[in-house]
């Protein structure tokens, strides 16, 4: 089991920045590609971005791309998410998600993929 607990968002005008976190614990990090993910009510789980579990390869969605950082740290367990230049439809619930991959290089879009997540941090982004 991995348990997941995101922390960082809030309410941010747009234009600003925000960087969420991941904390996970249980299993040894480094074994896990992870991805970021947003819903809105009515709308299914978005990709936003995924990075390897080595964290030598990262991807993005095109509609945050150049905008939204992952990164990772597995000496501290956790995976990051710098969101800059925030526009309202942004406005979503953020969750992490943890998968098991054999390659190191491995990321995952699928978020059938993803056996474990975290309970979601709200980020609101007003015009």
């Known amino acids: 089991q991995v348990q997941l607990v995101e922390s960082g968002g809030g309410l941010v005008q747009a234009g600003g920045s925000l960087r969420l976190s991941c904390a996970a614990s249980g299993r040894t990090f480094s074994n896990y590609a992870m991805g970021w993910f947003r819903q809105v009510p009515g709308k299914e789980r978005e990709f936003v971005g995924g990075?390897?579990?080595?964290?030598?390869?990262?991807t993005y969605a095109d509609s945050v791309k150049g905008r939204f950082t992952i990164s990772r740290d597995n000496a501290k367990n956790t995976v990051y998410l710098q969101m800059g230049s925030l526009k309202p439809e942004d406005t979503a619930v953020y969750c992490c998600?943890?998968?098991?991959?054999?390659?190191?290089?491995?990321?995952?879009?699928?978020?059938?993929?993803?056996?474990?997540w975290g309970q979601g941090t709200q980020v609101t982004v007003s015009s």
């Open positions: 998600g943890a998968t098991s991959t054999l390659l190191q290089n491995i990321i995952v879009k699928d978020s059938r993929a993803y056996p474990y």
């Open positions: 990075i390897s579990r080595s964290g030598g390869s990262t």
